[in-house]
């Protein structure tokens, strides 16, 4: 398996509330991304990182940020987080072109009471 | 826009083929994936085929695409209980798309 975990893998936050989920890995891949996935909707990209410092938005971006300070680690903010923002979100990784051959991370569930 | 159709559910007894199918819309996609999910894991990419080929096997996967129909389907040879999972079929053009995944369960 690619070396990929998230933290915390549970969570249950309360509207209004920052949060900040972390995905670290140990392959040295160029590529990282944040997904949702929620029930009829499959996966929905959030944002994605091209490099350290470098990201970009996804099909669903509005109420989340994201930051890349070093290769291995990928974070994801809800500034406020909202009941709409519950979900269960995966970070992927990929080594050598965007999308191309993506290994996911166990997930954190995250549940915004 | 784009779009990534699958059934919700598949049933399939055990030693039996399965099918699953999968319809795209982008008709720029370059590559086609099949990723696999079991309970309470992340999704695991399981094989992929690249828009100009019709054909792809490896092992119990037998993986066909249709390009004019916008068709994918993923074939699985003798299904076995470790099979049951939630599989996704996804599109890759200038970005991913995913479908909301099939749920396959296996009958005795």
């Known amino acids: 398996d690619a070396g990929i975990t998230q933290s915390p893998r549970h969570k249950v936050t309360e509207t209004g509330t920052p949060v900040t989920l972390r995905c670290h890995q140990t392959e040295n891949h160029r590529y990282m991304y944040w997904y949702r996935q929620d029930p009829g909707h499959g996966l929905r990209l959030i944002h994605y990182s091209y490099g350290v410092k470098d990201t970009d938005k996804g099909e669903v971006s509005d109420g989340y940020s994201v930051s890349r300070s070093k290769t291995e680690d990928f974070l994801l903010t809800l500034e406020s987080a909202t009941s709409s923002q519950t979900s269960v979100y995966f970070c992927?990784?990929?080594?050598?072109?965007?999308?191309?051959?993506?290994?996911f991370g166990p997930g954190t569930r995250l549940t915004v009471t | 826009g784009e779009d990534v159709e699958q059934s919700l559910f598949l049933s399939v007894r055990e030693g039996d083929s399965s099918v699953i199918n999968c319809t795209y819309t982008d008709s720029s996609s370059t590559y086609l994936y099949w990723y696999k999910q079991e309970p309470g894991a992340g999704l695991q990419l399981l094989t992929y085929?690249?828009?100009?080929?019709d054909m792809k096997q490896d092992q119990r996967l037998t993986v066909l695409l249709n390009k004019k129909d916008k068709h994918l389907s993923l074939r699985i040879a003798d299904t076995q209980t470790g099979d049951s999972a939630i599989y996704f079929c996804?599109?890759?053009?200038?970005?991913?798309?995913f479908g909301s995944g099939t749920r396959l369960s296996i009958r005795p």
């Open positions: 996804a599109e890759r053009a200038s970005k991913i798309i």
């Open positions: 992927a990784i990929s080594e050598s072109e965007v999308y191309y051959e993506q290994y």
């Open positions: 085929i690249f828009s100009n080929m």
